[in-house]
């Protein structure tokens, strides 16, 4: 039997959220629980192309985002003292905890929180060029087997994993597999047999971005071996010292033995990161630069990952939160969506969906977006959609974005329209990340700041206690999060233009156990306006605007509204 897409949430649970520009109403920061329908989510998780492709992923940077504990700002002894944002800035897995419980998230309509590497970091700082920085990003590893004591501990990354999956969240860890940290006084470079420190990358074919180092001083791990090599002296030391040696090592044995794999680089960083899997429940990965080492690696990492998330839920009966299976998106820097499945190095392609990945992120959207809202957006909305259900990425899943923490090209870099990012994004089809701060219009260039550090900027909290502004922006963004989050048509459904001045589209999601259908009318008037639905609704049937939250019943194929708003979507608020 098809189930008819319930909307119970965005009529209950979402119905805070969406009142106008005026203050908001007591509590409203912590909705609770999601309530929607689990007959529905069932429904919605059984395929999991259907998921990601109608998902939400926020996507922060640990440290940048929330400070929650000020008493690790300084761990490590790491001084205050690099160029303008390229220091700690004391974001930390408590502050997501805090903005978890807040129901910060469940607002915004996210269905999986991307995390940046939360493993401890270089102790010391480096010179790019662009004033002294440190890995308060989180990509460049020292140990991959302990948590960053500036973000936090193991158990505070244990309350945020728990935290999110009490309110149907998942969350995503970022892996690193390709490279070591830089070397500095205080963070000798790894075993020559261990790590490359040349040649720089060159991008002119396979070999020149595989077998290479991304920049100077950032040691290439040697994933091509397969001979055994030793672990580094300091690590056993480090480990000595921390008093886990013996159960480090121990570990280690168990897991060469039940795999027979040789005791190479990539095998041990393998154990490593899926142990974060198997101890914590992270519900995927995002592998970063997934390009620059072999496609085999992958396959290899998510098979070691299916097998850790197996045994997680094995151990957890009572945290799991559905059957979909583990997740893994990859970022091969420059893939669009136009590449359908094969990425071209210049003297060979490759398809990473063949190397265990379910998704990859889509470095075309934020360049493919600009634009009206008719016919070039049309047209992008058209393309995305028939190759997600009919082409050759059926079956696979596209991350959009309209910045990112490494793109210094971003949709809006002045953030001059927040409003009509969120609407772009948020609408399209196939997955939507959303970067911590877009929803705040967090500015993406700082006085001071130097190349990627102006993308990194600290979350823009104080900007909703100053004004109604940034309150506004998060409105938009939250009443699209939701209206997302409870109809998948919107991301995983099929595209129809029905309308091209003003701009109206449909999109409807026909599964053996899911039926939903949403129509959305963009640049109508602030005030009466009239919609017709071209028969996507019959007469007669009961609809919501998700973006005024005012109900209106079909009558010879229109639906009358008055709301202050020119942006309607409209939904079904139950059914069969």
Known sequence: MKIRIRAAAL???????????????PGSEAPGHDARE???????????????????????????????????????????????????????????????????FEALGVDAIWLTPFVEQIRGSVDEGTGKTYGFHGYWARDWTAVDPALGSAEDLRAVVEAAHRRGIRVLMDAVINHTGPVTPLDPQWPDDWVRTGPRCLYRDYGSTVECTLVDNLPDIRT????????????????????????????????????????????????????????????????????????????????????????????????????????????????????????????????????????????????????????????????????????????????????????????????????GTGTRLLLAPGGAQIYYGDELARPLRVEGARGDANLRSVMTWQELQRGEAADQVLQHWRKLGRFRRAHPAVGAGRHRRLQAEPYIFSRTLETGRLSDRVLVALEQPNGPKTVPVFGVFPDGTELVDAYSGRSATVMDGKVRLDTPYSLVLLGEPSGD
């Open 11 to 25: 009529l209950g649970l979402a119905a805070p959220f969406l009142w106008g520009c005026g203050p908001k109403p």
């Open 38 to 104: 689990p007959v529905v989510e069932a429904a919605r998780t059984a395929d999991p192309a259907v998921f990601w492709n109608s998902a939400t992923v926020y996507f922060l940077l640990t440290d940048r985002f929330y400070n929650g504990d000020p008493a690790n700002d300084l761990a490590l002894g790491r001084a205050q003292d690099g160029a303008v944002l390229r220091s700690f800035q004391g974001g930390d897995l408590a502050g997501v905890l805090r903005k978890l419980e807040d129901g910060y």
């Open 224 to 419: 091509e071996r397969d001979a055994p090599v030793e672990l580094p002296g300091r690590l056993i030391e480090k480990w000595q010292r921390e008093g886990r040696l013996a159960a480090e090592l121990a570990e280690l044995d168990a897991f060469f033995q039940r795999t027979g794999y040789p005791r190479a680089p990539r095998y041990y960083v393998m154990k490593w990161l899926t142990d974060w899997v198997r101890e914590f429940g992270f519900d995927g990965y995002r592998v970063d630069t997934a390009k620059h080492f072999e496609e085999t690696v992958s396959a290899e990492l998510k098979q070691e990952a299916v097998q850790a998330f197996t045994e997680w839920k094995r151990a957890h009966p009572d945290q799991i939160l559905d059957d979909l299976p583990f997740y893994m998106m990859g970022e091969v820097y420059n893939y669009e969506l136009g590449h359908g499945r094969d990425f071209d190095f210049g003297d060979r392609t490759v398809d990473f969906f063949d190397f265990g990945y379910d998704g990859l992120i889509n470095f075309g959207f934020k360049r493919e977006a600009a634009g009206p809202m008719a016919g070039p957006l049309d047209d992008l909305y058209t393309r995305y959609s028939a190759a997600l259900r009919e082409g050759a990425l059926r079956g696979r899943v596209i991350l959009s974005y309209a910045s990112s923490h490494d793109d210094g090209a971003p949709l809006d870099p002045e953030r001059e329209d927040p409003f």
